[in-house]
C-alpha cells in the first residue's frame, strides 16, 4: 500500500507540477529554481518538495549552488532529484513483472534474441499505423514522449554532452561540423528498466527494434544503440542516409 500513499501525494496539483518539473530536468534542481518554474513563493515549494521526498518520489541533498567553495560560499542550499525506486499500482494485485522476466529468460535460454526483435519490430510498426516514418527529431520527441522514454535534445549545434560524460566518437557518434555535435535525442527513461537490468543484451536489442518499427526503420531520423547510465540504451538522431 505504499506505493498507493507515494502516487496519492501528487494529487495536489502544485506538487505535482513540482514532481514533474524536478522529473523532468534529469539533475539536481534548488528551491528557488522548482519554484520560480512553476509559479509559487519558495516556502510553498519547499513544503511540497518535502512533502513529495517524505513520500519517496523525490530524494534531496545538498550542495553550495553559487559553484564556489570555502569562506563566503555561502550555505549549502537543498536540492532534489527524482527517486530512483519505481512506483506501480494495480487493483487487484498483477506481477506482469516476474511474467516478464521468465519469457525473457527463457528467450534468452532458447536463443530467441532475432525472433524477439522481429516481433519487437512489427509491434512497433503496428503501433505506428498508417502514419509515415518521423520527419524529424521533433516529431520523433513527441513520439517518444507519448510513450513514455523521457526524450530530451543533446549537442545541439555545439559540444554540449551531458555532465560527467564524453562526446560519443567512432562511425555510429553524432558527426561533427567545425567543432559542433549533431543533435541526438536521449532518453531519461527506460519503460522497460527493470527486466532491462536483468537481461541487457535482450531487452535492449528489442527496444531498439521496437523503436525502429515506430520511428520508421528507412526515414529521415534513426534508433541506434548508445547505452548510457542511468538513461535508456537507445537514441535518436538524424540518418546519415536521409535523401528525404
Do not use: W
Not at 44 to 61: F, I, N, P, V, W
Not at 118 to 137: I, V
Not at 146 to 173: F, I, K, M, W
Request: aromatic residues 2%; proline residues 6%; negative net charge.
Amino acid at each position: 500500500m505504499r506505493d498507493i500513499d507515494a502516487i496519492a501525494a501528487l494529487q495536489d496539483p502544485v506538487r505535482r507540477r513540482l514532481y514533474e518539473y524536478v522529473a523532468a530536468q534529469g539533475r539536481e534542481v534548488g528551491r528557488n529554481e522548482a519554484a520560480e518554474a512553476v509559479g509559487v513563493a519558495r516556502t510553498l515549494a519547499a513544503h511540497h518538495l518535502d512533502k513529495l521526498t517524505e513520500a519517496g518520489l523525490l530524494e534531496s541533498g545538498s550542495r553550495r549552488l553559487t559553484g564556489r567553495s570555502g569562506p563566503g560560499a555561502g550555505r549549502p542550499a537543498k536540492v532534489y532529484t527524482r527517486a530512483r525506486v519505481e512506483r506501480s499500482v494495480s487493483l487487484p494485485a498483477r506481477d506482469y513483472r516476474t511474467a516478464a522476466e521468465l519469457l525473457a529468460e527463457a528467450a534468452e535460454e532458447a536463443g530467441l534474441d532475432a525472433g524477439l526483435c522481429a516481433a519487437a519490430r512489427r509491434r512497433g510498426e503496428a503501433l505506428r499505423g498508417s502514419a509515415a516514418p518521423c520527419a524529424d527529431l521533433a516529431e520523433a520527441m513527441e513520439v517518444l514522449a507519448a510513450r513514455g522514454y523521457e526524450p530530451h535534445l543533446e549537442g545541439t549545434g555545439s559540444d554540449q554532452v551531458a555532465e560527467g560524460s564524453e562526446s560519443p566518437e567512432g562511425p555510429d557518434g553524432p558527426e561533427r561540423e567545425g567543432g559542433a555535435v549533431a543533435s541526438v535525442v536521449r532518453m531519461r527513461n527506460c519503460p522497460f528498466h527493470a527486466v532491462a537490468e536483468r537481461f541487457p543484451p535482450l531487452v535492449c536489442g528489442m527496444n531498439l527494434a521496437l523503436l525502429e518499427g515506430l520511428l520508421g526503420a528507412d526515414g529521415p531520423v534513426r534508433a541506434r544503440m548508445d547505452a548510457r547510465p542511468g538513461e535508456c540504451c537507445v537514441v535518436v538522431e538524424a540518418s546519415k542516409n536521409n535523401n528525404h
